[in-house]
């Protein structure tokens, strides 16, 4: 590998990275296994040609994911670059505030044996989209570790309770697909959390048994690091469970349907200091996507859903077309609700680093 | 090959592409060649120039700076396949975009390395140190299909207080000091201001602006007939005359364990071809005032392309606003095809034979020359 050149468009935030002061809500919801392995199939199973000597299935049983959203008001640069790219007289070239939502979904990886045998399983992250509001975080997540960002236009409302949540993500879009169609600012996810849970953990998960080793899953991902887990959180059957792994792929310039570089990349996430959990009553969290053709295949293969019937957007949100102006979010659009089984908050610090590249299709053996 | 597998939450619409009813506002002024030099030395010279085959440098002829703020009311995907979103609705069916971009431009010639290349290989391309755009979507395209280095902006544009005049603003995510750990915030990095269109009462004589020379009627209807000749040039010639703006760029990216490292860089070569270009209007250039902010995070990027005037801007940036009239302010209208996207050239190939590998005879070959190509190359296998 010979040398990257840094330049004005490349002042990124350079792994690892430390976010302090994090605040995140976690919303477990339940999917399809036959979509989550049709996920996998596409994304990290398939020949390009060659095939990576992984083989990622879902994990046996019911199937869950993770809403994540995550309010993050300070995160800095810790990479040796950096601090060199800062220089005698250090520049803070680093340190900047972002939102983020996105839907993780724990899976198996197993090695494939040069024989072809399944070894070493290991339970490993995947994020089949993200949404994120700091451009500078957008570009470092997408061009270093591969993840599938888009900036987003995120707004979180404010409210006495720091624990409360009310967050509407929009992005710009094309609300029906047509050659004379314009692009808007469309609402796209709408997510308000209510009470906090009058029930305590082990009640909710004996009202909802297939909970109980997703529940275990978060406490073997650190969630609950520095802390004594909730009563009711189990003991993982898996022993790792921090690692995420992302596809970081980019086009070739002249035929866009090839690839110049794809590699499977490891990364993870801890979390220290974790403090003020909190559980909310899920039946009063609402999470609402807006149904418009520019997310339409998202939820159509990860969550199954259909073009919703005139149900208009979410309480809270009125039909507004079209917006007084163009930076003004359209909410004429119908929702589609997303069932939380779980719902909770807690605040922490997040260190993240890259594992490293697992594998790189095309290249030399 | 190794496919590129469409992200279902993908929102990128891939290159070519048609942008009917551009307007531009254009500003010119005097650059400095050491500066733009060392851009192209640390950019686009990489490796030795035998590896390579090629070397750029600064046009001695033409040391100008041009700042480009265009207003895009409808960019439609241009691409005559669709196999690239697989089952789903193709690109140019799912609607339009508009789209605002502002960017510096510095000539550059490509002289082709030995006696062969020099006759062959030599061109004119333009580079683009500094680009933005307010979409996210073609932030993305930009930096990661083309190596253009496109930020998210905000950008305003409109008529400034008189009618007729151009107001336009960019502001960007950065840092304004040098202190560790101060928080990014969206900064103001440029404005530009403009009087009315001549011929004006308002503002300075006419006499002093670069207008006058173009008052006669001769030279009217010569501006008016520009657009024209060019699509009337670009026919006659096949091509052969250049009558695009031809970028070129550096597209990289980063090693995720050591992001110090590269694992791809290759230069990429794309045509802005301009047609039916008309309504061309200048502003007198003395009542213009462009103002860049030296703001810590902006500082590098400024010192490529402007002469900053205090000295303390040799050595730190100061937090200062710098205003300045450029020798040359114009508006026009035209239709614009952004294609001909081309690997010239691969430091960095991930493996051999992959996609966008090692340059290849005909990729380095200067535009004016490529319809000849055919006919004068050696029959294949």
Redesign the interface.
Known sequence: ?????D??????L??PWRARGVRTWGFAIRLDRERVEAYLE??FN?G??DRAPYRYEPLPGPQFGLFTVADVP?V?SH?P?TLQR?GA?????????YLELYLGIPVLRRTVTPDKLLVDPKLVWVQ??VFCN???A??SS?????T?V???TMTREAGPDPAHLHIDTA????KA???????QLLACVHIQTGDVASADLPTMLKANPDLERFVSILGGSGVFADHAPPAGVGESPFQQGVELDN?????????????????I?A?KSSHSEVDNIVFFDPAQVDIDFLWS???A??L???FGAQKPGPVGPPAGHVRNSPPATVDEVDWDLDSIPIKAELAFSFTSNVDFE????LY?????R | ?????Q?????EV??PYHFPGVTVNAFLWEAQLAPIQAYAD??LN?GSAEERGFTYKACAFWPYAMLLFIDYPVMISA?RTS??VLQ??PY???????QREVFVALPLMRYGYGLKGLVLDTTLEWAL??IVVE???S??CG?????L????AEIKLGEGVFPDSFAGSVTL?G?T????????KQLPFLEVTTGPAAPTFRGTANQESFWTLLRSRTASDLIDGLGTLSDFVDTISLGTMPTAMRTIS?????????????????L?S?RSKYSAIQNIVFYKEPDVSITFHDE???H??LKVFLKLPDPDAEVAPTGRSYSFQPKAAYRFNANIDFDE???VHT??P???????GPSVPGQLLAPRLRPWQGFFRRPGP
């Not at chain 1, 992005?171 to 094309?174: A, H, L, P, R, T």
């Open positions: 590998m010979t040398a990257f050149i330049s004005f468009a490349t002042q990124q350079l792994p596409k994304y398939g390009y040609p300070e800095a990479n670059g800062l007289n250090p520049v803070g070239w680093d340190a900047l505030s089949p989209f700091n451009p500078t957008v570009f997408r061009e270093i570790w591969g599938d888009n900036l987003a992005m710009v879009g094309i697909f047509s050659p004379r169609s314009i692009t596809l970081k792929q980019f086009r070739d310039c002249f035929d866009m349907g090839a690839a110049i570089y794809r590699a990349v990364s053709d520019s997310i295949e998202v159509k293969t990860i890259v594992i490293g590249t790189t299709y095309g290249a030399p | 090959m190794i496919p590129y597998v992200s279902a939450a993908s929102q891939p290159p640390r950019y990489l691409s196999e690239y789903a609705t140019s069916d799912r609607g339009i975009v508009t140190p500094f979409q996210p979507m932030a993305i930096r990661e299909m083309l190596g280095e496109k930020l998210k995510p840092w000091s040098l202190t560790q750990g101060e928080l990014q550096l597209k990289q990216f980063r090693d995720a364990a050591q992001p110090e490292k590269a694992v791809y860089q290759a990429i794309c810590g995070s902006f590098g990027i996207m081309r690997t430091f960095t991930v493996f051999p034979g992959a996609a966008g």
